[in-house]
């Protein structure tokens, strides 16, 4: 009994084995694929192996995890730059989490956070910031306090960032 190192199905700690043709996937690589935190509301998935060349915009948070060449204006709502995610231009949302590459200037009224394997190569401006210890990071941070909301039309962040650098 305490040597048998077989268990019988039904038992604690048992776990069935999949049946003919069902394979089975390691816990694993499926907590890998998900976000790190689950959202109150609704999120819109780019996957892997997607390649996005224009402009997304949109009313509702957005998970990516694949390649986008183009400008991402989300307003109100929150981005998630996935693991294995490469953007270029610039990002306008709420909240903005990079877990991947941007290459691009990121305008979000709440808070950017970079996490410890993100990069980001670009201006930031943004009410609160986190930079978490491995995080890659290259260009300049404007803490932003005022409580303009950032609108959904990327024709006036345009507008907006042409004429500072003027």
């Given at each position: 009994m305490?040597?048998?190192?077989?268990?019988?199905?039904g038992t604690p700690g048992a776990s069935p084995a999949p049946g003919p043709g069902i394979q089975s996937t390691p816990k694993n690589v499926i907590e890998a694929a998900r976000p790190l935190v689950?959202?109150?509301?609704?999120?819109?998935?780019?996957?892997?192996?997607?390649?996005v060349k224009g402009e997304i915009s949109g009313n509702e948070d957005l998970y990516i995890d694949c390649t986008?060449?183009?400008?991402?204006?989300?307003?109100g709502h929150r981005?998630?730059?996935?693991?294995?995610?490469?953007?270029?231009?610039?990002?306008?949302?709420r909240e903005i989490v990079v877990y991947g590459k941007v290459n691009g200037d990121?305008?979000?009224?709440?808070?950017?956070?970079?996490?410890?394997d993100g990069s980001v190569?670009?201006?930031?401006?943004?009410?609160?910031?986190?930079i978490e210890d491995g995080a890659y990071f290259k260009g300049h941070i404007e803490i932003d306090r005022?409580?303009?909301?950032?609108?959904t039309d990327l024709d006036s962040l345009f507008s907006r960032t042409i004429s500072k650098s003027d």
């Open positions: 305490w040597g048998n190192k077989e268990t019988e199905p689950t959202p109150a509301r609704p999120t819109a998935w780019l996957t892997a192996g997607l390649k986008v060449e183009g400008p991402i204006s989300l307003g981005l998630t730059v996935g693991r294995t995610a490469e953007t270029t231009e610039q990002i306008v949302a990121l305008r979000a009224r709440d808070r950017i956070e970079i996490k410890k190569t670009g201006d930031l401006v943004t009410a609160r910031i986190i005022s409580n303009t909301q950032v609108g």
